[in-house]
């Protein structure tokens, strides 16, 4: 599979300039004043990110909302068994010894030939795991007790004996073939697939959350389970890696039956507790810079992040035309234009003071950060006009609020010292002294204090030492000898990962395409939709609505699996090698990841993170303990009272997260940022108020802001004043004003290609099993030659004389030859 097949997802509604393209007509126009009204009231988001949202959440968004009547299929076979073990008393009521006895009964009767009957045991067990819920009054007793019987499942080796069952399914050719040529796939195509997959998710996402009142034999049951899932003991690779061939089997229509949402929130919380979250990967990164002898971190960036508040969104191009038609009904006579500088100083505003009450009179800024880019010259004086005086009354520190601090410390990083060092010799001496940043001879004193400052905040990352290692083990493989490489989960999954690579990534983003709410239908297009469809499609409205929702909540589970997966596997393998890192991040461009992540945005956002596509009676537990009330449209319309979708404003985030690690520092993929005009896109996502999300929409800003000319950064003031308040800055980078951008030649080929080779050189060097063939010695000894033992072949000794006769005897040998010279 090649990258080039890989479906390039075009943004064509945008125009020359960046803007997006309105269609006219007064239905149109309605609804951007809606949109627009609805933006200006947009209010902060309490979202506290973290690597997964509540337990009960990620139980619940394992099953789709068609599988619901599998619970109490579930329980009925659980109890016709449990029945002729234990009569009339309750799982519950049993002591540990007779409830390990039952376990152990159920395992034997897993390895039964009969396939009917293997799905009734584990139907029974996934009973267990699901918490024994008919036993149980409240959602807490349901979760009490599907703990206690994980690891009573854990300990007696359940999750083996699933994962042989599972290779059995993945390599079960008939039913894949069957499914290959049925027109339409059901959820009774996945039957076995999706119990397996269930019982072995609840058992890695239980055992995986820590409590504070886990028993000690749980605690050590958890790293010995940790261990496992991050070691090569399942067919000598880690479990991770069969869920990724599982995830291209799918997407190479071998296996359409697969159940793909399943697969991929087991396939990232496998991840996630294997490798760690991101508070074990901030601690990693801290261990690690000690390790290297390097300065610790100047903060810690997670508690940097949730300390931010959000800004207030720049305005939209209907906001824009509202203020400038109410500015011409109240304007008695045209004033004279004044200086923009004037005007900064006399009613510069804190744009970031969180006002949930927007009052026009009091900030004309929106008029000049419109979200299309510039406004029309003929309203030019109207926009730029100085607002009324303030009333005298008021005091000046109510006008002027100024940020009392940035949040994150300047870095710097030691190329550039090294380039303001040779600007600054060419200068004023008329010679460079290459990498030498010591050597300030000749140079003025106010040159000697700015390297003094920029050597202050000097930061030298993991990824430069590595980097410089790795020249040197390039350069010297024989003096510097063997490299020694730490066993971790990181590095096992990445060598586990490396052939196939590439399949993994391309897989990972048909199927994000595909979940995507920007992405059409397509008849070419994988079917996502395996295990949400029922047997028979549904005849009445309410049921057809009530699929809508579970549909539209299964492509958003995909999304957040996806994003949090691909995140995940970015930063950890940064942290293990920059080259590990590269090469996932040059697979995911090659496969055109950056418009991808475009596309998905390019969509009403807000609508996006406010989706209320959940029915909250239809969650596990809650379905299992209450009575089900009747549903109706109004309720399913209604869905949840909550401000915001978590699971979407999550993927969101990941996204973003994942598009700032592509493109920084590389500035070739930061000018796809620029082709792709994203910028239009991106000043959209700002109208979520979650400082997290703006944060990173900011970063991917600052680094194109100097290609998108003068123009539109005088036109989008409040986005470049939010860029500077909360982005961290690198003291002599030149991103607000940068006024040579022709000098640098965008050469996307050669900078991926130099990259490439590096990151060969690297896997060619660790990885490759036949390496240094030309160093290896030679054995000159004539005695210790002959005397080696060589493997012959069977047969040898029926040939043997028949090769003497051809090969020796036959041969005319010429002594003589051997005292001429040569």
Same mark, same amino acid.
């Given at each position: 599979m090649q990258a080039e097949d890989m479906e390039v997802p075009i943004i064509n509604n945008l125009n020359d300039n960046g803007d997006r393209q309105r269609p006219k007509g007064k239905d149109v126009f309605k609804e951007q004043q809606k949109e627009s009204e609805s933006s200006m009231e947009s209010p902060n988001l309490e979202f506290e990110y973290g690597d997964t949202d509540a337990l009960t959440a990620e139980l619940s968004e394992l099953y789709s909302y068609t599988e619901e009547p599998e619970f109490a299929l579930n329980r009925d076979y659980f109890e016709e068994d449990f029945r002729s073990h234990a009569r009339d008393r309750r799982w519950i009521e049993l002591t540990v010894?007779?409830?390990? /006895?039952?376990?152990?009964?159920?395992?034997?009767?897993?390895?039964? =030939?009969?396939?009917?009957?293997? *799905?009734?045991?584990?139907?029974?067990?996934?009973?267990?795991?699901?918490?024994?819920?008919?036993?149980?009054? =409240?959602?807490?007793?349901?979760?009490?007790?599907?703990?206690?019987?994980?690891f009573l499942l854990y300990d007696m080796g359940i999750f083996t004996a699933l994962l042989e069952l599972l290779s059995m399914e993945i390599d079960n050719n008939q039913a894949c073939s069957s499914a290959v040529r049925k027109p339409a796939i059901s959820l009774a195509d996945s039957t076995e697939l999706r119990v397996l997959l269930s019982i072995m998710y609840l058992i890695v996402e239980t055992i995986r959350v820590q409590t504070e009142d886990d028993r000690p034999e749980w605690r050590a049951s958890r790293e010995v389970f940790k261990n496992e899932l991050g070691s090569p003991l399942y067919n000598g690779e880690p479990f991770a890696l069969? *869920?990724?061939?599982?995830? =291209?089997?799918?997407? @190479?229509? #071998?296996?359409?039956?697969?159940?793909? +949402?399943?697969?991929?929130?087991?396939?990232?919380?496998?991840? $996630?507790?294997?490798?760690?979250?991101?508070?074990?990967?901030?601690?990693?990164?801290?261990?690690?810079?000690?390790?290297?002898?390097?300065?610790?971190?100047?903060? %810690?960036?997670? +508690?940097?992040?949730?300390?931010?508040?959000?800004? @207030?969104?720049?305005?939209s191009a209907m906001e824009l035309i509202e203020q400038q038609q109410q500015q011409k009904r109240g304007r008695r006579s045209r004033r004279p234009l004044v200086k923009q500088d004037s005007l900064?100083?006399? #009613?510069?505003?804190?744009?970031?003071?969180?006002?949930?009450?927007?009052?026009?009179?009091?900030?004309?800024?929106? =008029?000049? !950060?419109? &979200?299309?880019?510039?406004?029309?010259?003929?309203?030019?004086?109207?926009?730029?006009?100085?607002?009324?005086?303030?009333?005298?009354?008021?005091?000046?520190?109510?006008?002027?609020?100024?940020?009392?601090?940035?949040?994150?410390?300047?870095?710097?990083?030691? +190329? %550039?010292?090294?380039?303001?060092?040779?600007?600054?010799?060419?200068?004023?001496?008329g010679f460079t002294l290459g990498n030498d940043t010591d050597t300030l001879v000749g140079l003025p004193r106010p040159i000697h204090e700015s390297v003094k400052t920029l050597k202050q905040h000097k930061y030298v990352s993991i990824a430069e030492v590595q980097i410089k290692k790795e020249d040197e083990l390039q350069q010297c493989p024989m003096s510097l000898g063997e490299e020694e490489v730490a066993e971790t989960p990181t590095e096992m999954l990445y060598l586990g990962m490396l052939p196939n690579l590439s399949q993994y990534v391309i897989a990972l983003l048909k199927l994000l395409l595909a979940a995507a709410p920007t992405s059409k239908a397509k008849t070419d297009s994988i079917n996502i939709l395996a295990d949400v469809l029922p047997e028979e499609m549904p005849i009445t409205v309410l049921q057809s609505m009530k699929l809508g929702i579970d549909v539209n909540r299964h492509k958003e589970i995909i999304v957040k699996a996806i994003s949090a997966l691909l995140l995940l596997l970015l930063k950890h393998f940064k942290l293990n090698h920059i080259y590990q890192f590269e090469i996932v991040s040059q697979h995911l461009v090659f496969a055109n990841c950056i418009p991808l992540i475009l596309k998905?945005? #390019?969509?009403?956002?807000?609508?996006?993170?406010?989706a209320k596509n959940s029915i909250c009676v239809l969650d596990f537990p809650h379905c299992v303990v209450h009575e089900m009330p009747e549903l109706t449209a109004e309720s399913l319309e209604a869905g949840d009272s909550n401000q915001f979708c978590w699971r979407?404003?999550? @993927?969101?985030?990941?996204?973003?997260? &994942?598009?700032?690690?592509?493109?920084?520092?590389?500035?070739?993929?930061?000018?796809? *940022?620029?082709?792709? +005009?994203?910028?239009?896109?991106?000043?959209?996502?700002l109208k979520v108020k979650q400082a997290m999300m703006q944060l990173y929409v900011l970063k991917l800003l600052k680094i194109q802001t100097k290609y998108l000319g003068r123009q539109w950064r005088k036109s989008n003031m409040k986005t470049m @004043?939010?860029?500077?308040?909360?982005?961290?800055?690198?003291?002599?980078?030149?991103?607000?004003?940068?006024?040579? &951008? %022709?000098?640098?030649?965008?050469?996307?080929?050669?900078?991926?290609?130099?990259?490439?080779?590096?990151?060969?050189?690297?896997? /060619?060097?660790?990885?490759?099993?036949?390496? #240094?063939?030309?160093?290896?010695?030679? %054995?000159?000894?004539?005695? !210790?030659? $002959?005397?080696?033992?060589?493997?012959?072949?069977?047969?040898?000794?029926?040939?043997?004389?028949?090769?003497?006769?051809?090969?020796v005897f036959s041969q005319p040998i010429q002594w003589e030859g051997l005292l001429q010279n040569p």
């Open positions: 010894e007779e409830q390990r /006895s039952y376990v152990m009964r159920l395992l034997d009767a897993l390895e039964v =030939t009969d396939r009917d009957k293997r *799905l009734k045991v584990a139907r029974a067990i996934l009973y267990l795991a699901q918490g024994v819920f008919d036993d149980c009054d =409240t959602e807490v007793d349901v979760l009490h007790w599907s703990r206690h019987n994980v069969l *869920l990724f061939t599982m995830v =291209t089997k799918f997407c @190479s229509m #071998n296996a359409p039956h697969f159940p793909m +949402k399943k697969v991929l929130l087991l396939l990232w919380k496998t991840i $996630l507790f294997t490798v760690g979250g991101f508070q074990e990967l901030q601690e990693m990164k801290v261990r690690g810079r000690e390790r290297l002898n390097l300065p610790p971190l100047p903060e %810690d960036s997670i +508690k940097v992040v949730r300390a931010m508040r959000a800004a @207030s969104p720049p305005a900064d100083t006399y #009613n510069e505003r804190d744009p970031f003071k969180n006002d949930d009450a927007r009052d026009e009179e009091e900030d004309p800024e929106d =008029t000049d !950060s419109g &979200i299309e880019g510039e406004v029309d010259p003929l309203d030019r004086d109207v926009i730029i006009q100085p607002p009324p005086p303030p009333p005298p009354l008021r005091p000046p520190t109510e006008r002027v609020n100024f940020p009392k601090g940035l949040p994150w410390a300047p870095k710097v990083r030691e +190329k %550039d010292i090294e380039h303001f060092l040779e600007t600054s010799r060419n200068k004023f001496i998905f945005f #390019n969509q009403n956002i807000m609508s996006y993170i406010s979407n404003l999550f @993927s969101c985030i990941n996204l973003l997260r &994942i598009l700032n690690k592509l493109t920084k520092w590389k500035h070739s993929r930061t000018m796809m *940022l620029v082709v792709f +005009k994203s910028a239009p896109i991106l000043k959209r996502a @004043s939010a860029i500077y308040q909360k982005v961290r800055h690198r003291l002599n980078d030149d991103w607000a004003y940068g006024n040579d &951008i %022709d000098a640098r030649p965008w050469d996307f080929q050669a900078e991926e290609c130099a990259l490439r080779e590096s990151i060969e050189k690297f896997n /060619s060097r660790r990885y490759d099993r036949n390496k #240094n063939g030309d160093f290896v010695p030679v %054995d000159n000894c004539l005695q !210790s030659v $002959l005397g080696q033992r060589v493997e012959l072949p069977e047969d040898f000794h029926y040939s043997y004389e028949m090769w003497l006769e051809r090969e």
